[in-house]
């Protein structure tokens, strides 16, 4: 129903070498399918840690391990329920989205001592009404069209109205020339770079069913393990290159509640990952610290279609590089967020 998405890496190239660049670049995974609120993800490999930083064991299982219900964790109707993180879009459905998405990048570059900082801020609200005009084979959307009713952006130039009421928004994510087009006139550079924490035109890939999912009926309060092979490749495409035995995580079936006209089932993902390095990175650069975590709150409607779709979404990435160059010791240390809060109402 949406193409949102979460920042997965960042290009570390103009700090590093001090190139005078416009300003670091970002690298966005996709969510695919109604109402599919994080990044592109899946059943896994890796054994459930015990909280998000944990490392995890390899298990053969299909079938998550029954471990019981944690507090909070409520139902309205008897499962076990079989997880859909990616139902597929159709052509022609409708839907209202109201997003609220921000980022934060603080890069820091120590050379003999001096330290300077550079920090970028975005943020985006965003209220509309949607329509997908194009699906892929696996059901993800590939063109849609936003008839905008409020759409608010902030930098640290201010804020502004980015897209007034009334402005229709086309996005396609495929071809040539992915893009994203508006009927009121030409998308600066700047207004696109925080239009695209809401409206993502990266190319999709796996889906959150296949990274995050199970192909097994769980009960209430019952975890699995997410796909590491899966999510390791997330993240290369993304620039952060990470071996699946550095990743761990996993996803729990929180609730089963009534929404709408049907039952929606509400889930947590977690997951880290250690040893983290970037494309950019030279190679003769060494990593001194590197770490991910991702959490991703999502309920999603058992019937897609008949009930509200919603996301609590938070990614934080740390990374210290040091390299020589000309003689010189130099340190940088980059820290990107990310966190999203939305609804998507499907409409007639």
């Known amino acids: 129903m949406k193409q949102a998405h979460l920042s997965v890496g960042v290009t570390l190239a103009c700090a590093l070498w001090l190139t005078g660049c416009a300003g670091p670049q970002t690298t ?16 896994g490999q890796t054994a459930r840690p015990n909280d998000a930083g944990a490392a995890g064991k390899t298990t053969g299982k299909t079938r998550p391990p029954a471990l019981g219900k944690a507090k909070g964790m409520t139902t309205t109707a008897t499962g076990p329920w079989r997880v859909n993180m990616s139902p597929r879009a159709k052509v022609g459905e409708r839907f209202r989205m109201k997003l609220t998405a921000s980022m934060s990048q603080l890069f820091a570059t120590r050379v003999d001592g001096q330290e300077r900082k550079r920090e970028i801020k975005r943020t985006i609200v965003v209220d509309a009404v949607g329509e997908v005009l194009e699906v892929n084979d696996k059901g993800q959307i590939i063109v849609s069209k936003y008839v905008i009713g409020n759409c608010v952006g902030s930098s640290q130039k201010g804020e502004r109205e980015l897209l007034s009421a009334g402005t229709v928004l086309r996005v396609r994510r495929t071809g040539p020339k992915p893009r994203m087009d508006a009927d009121s006139g030409a998308i600066s550079r700047q207004d696109q770079a925080i239009l695209r924490l809401a409206f993502s035109t990266s190319n999709p890939q796996s889906t959150d069913q296949e990274m995050f999912g199970t192909s097994a009926r769980v009960q209430v309060g019952e975890q699995w393990t997410i796909d590491t092979d899966k999510t390791a490749e997330l993240l290369a495409k993304a620039g952060a290159i990470v071996h699946p035995a550095d990743l761990s995580g996993s996803t729990t079936l929180a609730s089963a509640k009534r929404c709408g006209k049907t039952m929606c089932l509400g889930l947590l993902t ?3 990952a250690t040893g983290v390095r970037m494309k950019a990175i030279p190679p003769q650069a060494t990593v001194v610290d590197s770490g991910i975590t991702g959490t991703s709150r999502r309920s ?5 279609g008949r009930g509200p779709a919603t996301s609590n979404d938070r990614f934080a990435m740390h990374l210290i590089v040091s390299v020589v160059k000309n003689d010189k010791d130099i340190e940088v240390e980059a820290r990107v967020s990310t966190e999203e809060q939305g609804v998507w109402l499907p409409l007639p």
């Open 28 to 43: 966005q995974g996709v969510a695919k399918g109604r109402g599919a609120p994080v990044a592109e993800r899946g059943p």
């Open 270 to 272: 977690q997951f880290s």
């Open 300 to 304: 999603l409607p058992v019937v897609g």
